[in-house]
């Protein structure tokens, strides 16, 4: 396609990664004796290569070396979307995925149901959603860095995450320890590398500590909560400077209205039945432009379904119009896309592209 498909960090949440209701860590407020005794009690199981005491400002990466780019992705940034998408109907946008720009807002929408499981095809690329025994999610994609992965989760008897592979990354993420429903400790593995990781929550944030085998402090990440909500992740410098990652801001009905990182800021706008109609994208860095602003603007039928998409990007307007086969149960399975771009003042077709989604018993 004329067009060239951007991939870029999302969501969520939502989209991807973006769901209307996340399920976050609301921390709880200091307790002095208690945070002592956990204290104790985590540094009697860290393993002695984890000093859980050790300070985390002191030793920490320079900032100015650390981009989301070149960072694993963090641990409770992943976990939090792990445990917090919310699929049902009212909460489609919830894996919206931002790139390409021509997927439909509802590619990953199912039924909240045991054991059900959609796969997305479009060109070389595959999507994959699915639920467990318990209706608990056992497979979803999670933005990072600028790419999609697919993250792989099997949990306990409390149906809380224990182990977290990253599929496409061959990298494995387990939870050592949960206090109540919170985690506390985490070892990652990825091709011979292993760190342990420590969280500590104080107030309205929590400090996530990464440590080498050996203790030594490689990387801290910061994240401040406001009403339960998410609202910035930090990478913290040993000389107390910061990076900002990710910030986020909510709209009265806690959908998320601006997601930006370092570069990027994305605007979503929704109508009054909670969906998806307007996502404008623009550089933060106005010198250093990444070729992907854009102003999208979304066109339902009247049973919700996306029937146009247009608006304009740094090539000029464009315009996407879908076409739909569904399923016994009324599910949409294949999806004709018409491209539009404009050439010498006036939209002229482009190539189509094919969208198939198979929907199946895990």
Not at 33 to 42: H, L
Not at 172 to 198: A, C, K, M, T
Not at 317 to 324: M, N, T
């Amino acid at each position: 396609m004329k067009r060239s498909v951007v991939i870029f960090t999302f969501i969520i949440w939502a989209v991807g990664l973006l769901p209307a209701q996340n399920v976050s860590i609301p921390p709880k407020q200091p307790n002095i004796s208690g945070a002592a005794q956990n204290e104790k009690k985590r540094a009697a199981a860290t393993p002695a290569a984890t000093p859980a005491a050790a300070s985390p400002v002191a030793a920490a990466t320079p900032a100015a070396a650390v981009t989301a780019e070149a960072q694993p992705i963090p641990f409770l940034y992943l976990w939090n979307k792990v445990q917090g998408w919310n699929v049902g109907q009212e909460e489609r946008t919830g894996f919206f995925l931002f790139e390409p720009a021509l997927l439909p807002p509802d590619l990953l929408a199912i039924p909240e149901e045991k054991n059900l499981s959609v796969a997305v095809a479009y060109e070389n690329n595959r999507f994959e959603l699915a639920f467990d025994a318990s209706g608990k999610l056992a497979l979803v994609p999670i933005p990072w860095a600028g790419v999609y992965t697919t993250v792989v989760i099997r949990r306990n008897a409390a149906t809380l995450p224990i182990n977290m592979e990253l599929r496409d990354e061959k990298t494995r993420i387990s939870v050592l320890e949960y206090e109540d429903d919170r985690p506390l400790r985490f070892q990652y593995e990825r091709e011979g590398e292993r760190y342990f990781g420590v969280l500590r929550y104080w107030g309205s944030a929590v400090d996530e500590s990464w440590y080498s085998e050996t203790g030594e402090l490689k990387t801290l990440y910061q994240y401040t909560w406001s009403d339960s909500r998410p609202v910035q992740l930090e990478n913290i410098a040993s000389d107390g400077s910061s990076i900002s990652l990710l910030r986020w801001e909510y709209n009265a009905y806690n959908h998320i209205a601006v997601m930006s990182d370092e570069k990027v800021q994305t605007s979503f706008f929704y109508d009054g039945k909670n969906r998806l109609v307007r996502v404008i994208r623009s550089g933060i860095i106005s010198d250093e432009p990444d070729g992907s602003d854009y102003d999208r603007n979304f066109q339902y039928d009247e049973l919700g379904r996306l029937v146009r998409q247009y608006g304009r990007n740094e090539e000029g307007l464009f315009e996407y119009r879908y076409q739909y086969s569904f399923d016994s149960q009324g599910r949409w399975i294949f999806c004709r896309v018409q491209a539009w771009f404009e050439q010498f003042g006036r939209l002229v077709p482009g190539s189509e592209s094919i969208i198939t989604r198979t929907f199946s018993r895990r």
